[in-house]
T-cell receptor
Framework: AQSVTQLGSHVSVSEGALVLLRCNYSSSVPPYLFWYVQYPNQGLQLLLKYTTGATLVKGINGFEAEFKKSETSFHLTKPSAHMSDAAEYFCAVSTNTGFQKLVFGTGTRLLVSP | EPEVTQTPSHQVTQMGQEVILRCVPI?????FYWYRQILGQKVEFLVS????????KSEIFDDQFSVERPDGSNFTLKIRSTKLEDSAMYFC?????????????FGSGTRLTVV
């Protein structure tokens, strides 16, 4: 079974500062990893995903994440935070075998101050 | 860009009433899912559906829940007798591939409030 741990339920940054949201996963088989963003009262929007190939994945809105198998991590970063980045971010895992569901982490709320 | 459409966006119902949440998945997707998010908590898997059958369901998905693809385009979630603890945001999702290789597309959700 897969699981995801997101460290920090809330992360606060200043506008223009580096954003780092942490995600560690557990999977007995090669994982597929995802980051979703949820703006207030909205649905889940895919930011980026890792399935195979290059371990550094670039997504929308300037976000990127790096799959590190040795560390079982898939941390989300953005060099310079913008006010519009304030939202809830969810890391999720599935696998490449069979009919898979997404298993989500508990989410991290990103707060951006001027 | 193709979207997953969910209706209604909000629904308020009395405890014990039946509700049906509707979803229109992306047209060429064959794999369908329902998830729910209780306020302030993480997104939880309810059920996956393929070829007119449930593929997997979680322990949350008890006999009060059912899913159906009644007409080849809609994908519905029915809760037969709602309880207060069913209050949550319900998300429908669809995917082209069962492993999510191409990602899962989520709808904007239905906020269900049971009073």
């Amino acid at each position: 079974a897969q699981s995801v741990t997101q460290l920090g339920s809330h992360v606060s940054v200043s506008e223009g500062a580096l954003v780092l949201l942490r995600c560690n996963y557990s999977s007995s088989v090669p994982p597929y990893l995802f980051w979703y963003v949820q703006y207030p009262n909205q649905g889940l929007q895919l930011l980026l995903k890792y399935t195979t190939g290059a371990t550094l994945v670039k997504g929308i809105n300037g976000f990127e994440a790096e799959f590190k198998k040795s560390e079982t991590s898939f941390h989300l970063t953005k060099p310079s935070a913008h006010m519009s980045d304030a939202a809830e971010y969810f890391c999720a895992v599935s696998t490449n075998t069979g009919f898979q569901k997404l298993v989500f982490g508990t989410g991290t709320r990103l707060l951006v101050s001027p | 860009e193709p979207e997953v459409t969910q209706t209604p966006s909000h629904q308020v119902t009395q405890m014990g009433q039946e509700v049906i949440l509707r979803c229109v998945p992306i047209s060429n997707h064959l794999y369908f899912y329902w998830y729910r998010q209780i306020l302030g908590q993480k997104v939880e898997f309810l059920v996956s559906f393929y070829n007119n059958e449930i593929s997997e369901k979680s322990e949350i998905f008890d006999d009060q829940f059912s899913v159906e693809r009644p007409d080849g385009s809609n994908f519905t979630l029915k809760i037969r007798s709602t309880k207060l603890e069913d209050s949550a945001m319900y998300f429908c999702a669809s995917s082209e591939n069962p492993t999510g290789h191409y990602g899962y597309t989520f709808g904007s959700g239905t906020r269900l409030t049971v009073v």
